[in-house]
């Protein structure tokens, strides 16, 4: 059964950093995509950062400033975020998709961030 759970989310100050972890279980992810999302209040999910085995990338805002990063031992995915503000204010979510699909087909519960002073 795949599962993904999400961690380290909490409230940080703007400038802040806060790091991210997804640990996955039931599958292995070597053969999946890794993704990292988000959702703002009142707002649609977005996509921030992926991992595959082409090598790594981030969108829009959370370029330069994300990190995406993958421990395939520890079967974990986690996203380094520095110099944050309000507008970070979100529900992030992990995502995971097999390498050959088109769609995220699997997704963890989300864990919220908060970036207020």
């Known amino acids: 059964q795949v599962q993904l759970v999400e961690s380290g989310g909490g409230l940080v100050q703007p400038g802040g950093s806060l790091r991210l972890s997804c640990t996955a279980s039931?599958?292995?992810?070597?053969?999946?995509?890794m993704g990292w999302f988000r959702q703002p209040p009142g707002k649609e999910r977005e996509s921030l950062c992926a991992?595959?085995?082409?090598?790594?990338y981030c969108l829009g805002s959370a370029k330069g400033r994300f990190t995406i990063s993958k421990d395939t031992a520890k079967a974990t995915v986690d996203l380094q975020m520095d110099n944050l503000t309000s507008e970070d204010t979100a529900e992030y979510f992990c995502g995971a998709k097999l390498s050959i699909s088109s769609t995220w087909d699997y997704w963890g519960q989300g864990t919220q961030v908060t970036v207020s002073s």
């Open positions: 039931g599958f292995t992810l070597t053969y999946y995509d």
């Open positions: 991992i595959s085995w082409a090598g790594t």
